[in-house]
């Protein structure tokens, strides 16, 4: 089972530029969410989704723009990067919408480096 | 809101040692806890967790955390640690409010293990 994928897993960037970090996941979960994680800040919400066509903010939303088309795909989008997004993302997914009892499963990440 | 605080950095200890790897929580409601394990290079998961019922919590690779409500506290410990405990532990909170999506994530305690 592939579980959560993300792609690419390494990223340089000019300040500027923009890119998009893939997410999917196979396990049919509803809700699906990016975070990012910096050296003693452990991790921070950046967006998240309960369902295809439905997105919120997380706590570090600023600089990054998600959409949820299917209940597969959780893309993120950087649209002109920033030295300060230089950081490794996480997509993580889970099945429970209610409570939020349920287990996150990670995906291994993708470091982006912005120059 | 609700907010998670890991007393340790890093915590060294010698092999065969036991650790106790410390997080303190803070939340008007009740709340569910976690303890996630990164390990190099990898992404985070499933340690154990505490939704409801018995304080002591027991989960995969022979750790176990207890949930003290009086002091806010939810601390992980294993009795003899392993060179393969090497990683990065993370402790984070939800709540069973309806609609709660966000898990919040203390800054990591890094664990390292010495021969």
């Known amino acids: 089972n592939a579980g959560v994928t993300q792609t690419p897993k390494f990223q340089v960037l000019k300040t500027g530029q923009s890119m998009t970090l893939q997410c999917a996941q196979d396990m049919n979960h509803e809700y699906m969410s990016w975070y990012r994680q910096d050296p003693g800040m452990g991790l921070r919400l950046i967006h998240y989704s309960v369902g295809a066509g439905i997105t919120d903010q997380g706590e570090v939303p600023n600089g990054y723009n998600v959409s949820r088309s299917t209940t597969e795909d959780f893309p993120l989008r950087l649209l002109s990067a920033a030295p300060s997004q230089t950081s490794v993302y996480f997509c993580a997914s889970r099945q429970s919408l209610a409570g939020g009892n349920g287990e996150l499963f990670f995906g291994e990440g993708s470091r982006l480096t912005v120059l | 809101a609700q907010s998670v605080t890991q007393l340790d950095s890093q915590v060294p200890v010698f092999e065969e040692a036991p650790v106790e790897l410390r997080c303190n929580y803070s939340?008007?409601?009740?709340?569910?806890l976690f303890w996630y394990v990164q390990y190099p290079n990898q992404g985070l998961q499933l340690l154990l967790k505490y939704l409801s019922g018995s304080t002591l919590v027991k989960g995969i690779n022979g750790f176990e955390a207890e949930f003290n409500k009086s002091q806010t506290s939810f601390h992980l410990r294993k009795p003899s640690v392993h060179i393969s405990d090497t990683a990065e532990y993370f402790c984070?909170?939800?709540?069973?409010?309806?609609?709660?999506?966000?898990?919040?994530f203390g800054q990591g305690t890094r664990l390292t293990i010495n021969p």
């Open positions: 984070a909170v939800s709540t069973p409010r309806q609609g709660a999506q966000k898990l919040v």
């Open positions: 939340s008007s409601v009740s709340v569910y």
